[in-house]
């Protein structure tokens, strides 16, 4: 019953709204990050090492996933869906995005130290210096990218996969942010361990980068703005963070800049406060909009929550 496994992005989405995070003591991904912490280190061979956290750590977590999510539908199609639900609860975020980013923007009309304290949870760079505009900008542009890695790219991964099974597709979206908290933790110049990782985090998040964008622009009431955003989604190094950074500063008329790094001048200013708060809006109406095609999906697949063959996880 292909239901099931609507029933679970429709629950992981209740879940994020109610509760925005699993405790941090039973967070499977920050239990995935204490795993990766262990190849955090100086190492002789460094690229061989990264290739090799890079490879297994994520099917690692992909396999144990999807083991337990063919063991629940195997008792239950209602088992097998609370268990993908509490996956992608997992492996999601939305309101958790929302709530720091907003805290920053709010900060920044009334306390500008608070506001850069707020932002250092958010967004990676030094905001000792930066003004409440620039730190408007880096809020609205952390949850920009935010939206495509920590939320699209595992429903998106899900949504590709769960025609065919719901275990392999909550393996695949452990899997997409497994490759992401690599990415986090270990994709630096200053660390060499990172570097396949973070390759491998190119290549994972090109496609979602790229869908996030079509989403803001959709929920922004303006899908042709994506003709103007190519050429300022190249600005920045990354291959991916510019398409959903690039689309929120065309579709606010704003200008969204890491100083020394790149400036995506969709407008002439940085955001004000309102502005910044109508970017946070949209995030949360691309977010909502992943969700429910993600549903949709599950809901139309034929083998949503058929249980995959045990032979399978010989693969893992």
Request: proline share 8%; aromatic share 6%; charged share 15%.
């Amino acid at each position: 019953m292909p239901v099931t496994a609507a029933v679970a992005v429709a629950a992981a989405a209740l879940l994020d709204r109610l509760f925005a995070e699993p405790p941090a003591s039973v967070h499977p991904v920050a239990l995935f990050g204490r795993l990766v912490a262990l190849f955090d280190r100086e190492w002789s061979s460094p690229t061989v090492v990264g290739a090799c956290a890079a490879f297994t750590l994520p099917a690692l977590a992909a396999g144990v996933v999807a083991a337990a999510t063919w063991a629940g539908s195997s008792v239950s199609p209602w088992v097998g869906a609370a268990v993908a639900a509490l996956v992608l609860f997992s492996t999601t975020s939305l309101r958790m995005l929302l709530d720091a980013t907003e805290a920053v923007v709010s900060a920044t009309a009334s306390d500008v130290d608070a506001a850069r304290t707020e932002l250092r949870a958010l967004a990676g760079r030094d905001p000792a210096s930066l003004s409440a505009g620039e730190i408007r900008s880096a809020a609205v542009e952390s949850a920009a990218e935010n939206l495509a890695d920590g939320l699209v790219a595992p429903l998106l991964a899900f949504a590709l996969v769960v025609p065919f099974s719901l275990p392999l597709a909550t393996g695949a979206a452990a899997w997409v942010k497994a490759v992401n908290t690599l990415d986090s933790m270990l994709g630096y110049h200053h660390k060499p361990v990172g570097r396949v990782p973070a390759r491998l985090d190119d290549a994972t998040m090109w496609l979602p980068a790229r869908v996030s964008a079509v989403l803001l622009a959709a929920v922004g009431g303006s899908p042709s703005v994506l003709g103007r955003v190519g050429s300022l989604a190249r600005r920045p190094a990354s291959p991916n963070s510019g398409w959903p950074m690039a689309t929120l500063a065309v579709l606010l008329e704003t200008r969204l800049e890491k100083p020394g790094h790149y400036c995506l001048d969709g407008g002439p200013d940085f955001p004000d406060s309102e502005t910044a708060a109508r970017g946070v809006r949209l995030v949360s109406r691309a977010g909502l909009a992943a969700f429910a095609l993600a549903g949709v999906v599950a809901w139309l697949s034929p083998t949503g929550s058929a249980p995959v063959p045990v032979e399978v996880f010989a693969w893992f």
